[in-house]
Each structure stands twice: as structure tokens, then as C-alpha cells.
């Protein structure tokens, strides 16, 4: 599987932006995708999954009700919209597959990443 990441940028505190996830590849074998972010000095953190056939979601309580994660099967791509963006929302998001049905761990597959910065 072969994840390709995009959307990320700068934008203001308050502001929105949509990072789009796109699998290539085995995707019959995802069962979860995920959206993790790392910010500088700090590990990795789990952001928000969704069911890659049923569509249950997952979510961080720093995100909840400010993130949607969605997908498009059709298109085999994931989205996490991010609003009412905040400076420690900065990070590197990653996106990421998983074989199996663990949620916040054991991602098989990840992607390049893509940078988000929120300004002040």
C-alpha cells in the first residue's frame, strides 16, 4: 500500500484547511486509516482513524469537535478537515493504514507527511 499526503500549509489561528490521504496499491487489505502528527521536540501523536469499510471515526480529545475525519472508498482517499485551527495544531500529519483493527497503534503503512502551521 502506498500512501500519498497533501493539503497541509500555513494558516491563521481560527482558519480551516483539509489534508487529503490517497492509497494506492493493496488497499483491499486496509481495515483502518489514520491521521497521526508530530510537532517539533515531541512524539508522534494519534489525531483521528476511520473505518475503511464501515466509516466508524475516531478522534484525539485535543481534536474532538474540531477535526472530521471522512473518506471517499471510490476514490480511496481519506480527508481530515481541521477547523478552528490553533498554533498547537502545528505539526507534520501523517496518514497512515492499517492491516488489522487496532486503532491508535500498529499502522503498517504510512505516508510522506505534510506540514501544517498555524500562526497566531
Known amino acids: 500500500v502506498q500512501l500519498q499526503a497533501s493539503g497541509g500549509g500555513l494558516v491563521q489561528a481560527g482558519g480551516s484547511l483539509r489534508l487529503s490521504c490517497a492509497a494506492s496499491?493493496?488497499?483491499?487489505?486496509?481495515?483502518?486509516m489514520g491521521w497521526f502528527r508530530q510537532a517539533p521536540g515531541k512524539e508522534r501523536e494519534f489525531v483521528a482513524a476511520i473505518g475503511w469499510s464501515g466509516g466508524s471515526t475516531y478522534y484525539a480529545d485535543s481534536v474532538k469537535g474540531r477535526f472530521t475525519i471522512s473518506r471517499d472508498n471510490a476514490k480511496n482517499t481519506v480527508y481530515l478537515q481541521m477547523n478552528s485551527l490553533k498554533p498547537e495544531d502545528t505539526a507534520i500529519y501523517y496518514c497512515a493504514a492499517n492491516t488489522d483493527s487496532r486503532i491508535r497503534f500498529g499502522y503498517d503503512y504510512w505516508g510522506q507527511g505534510t506540514q501544517v502551521t498555524v500562526s497566531s
Open positions: 496499491g493493496r488497499t483491499f487489505s486496509i481495515l483502518i
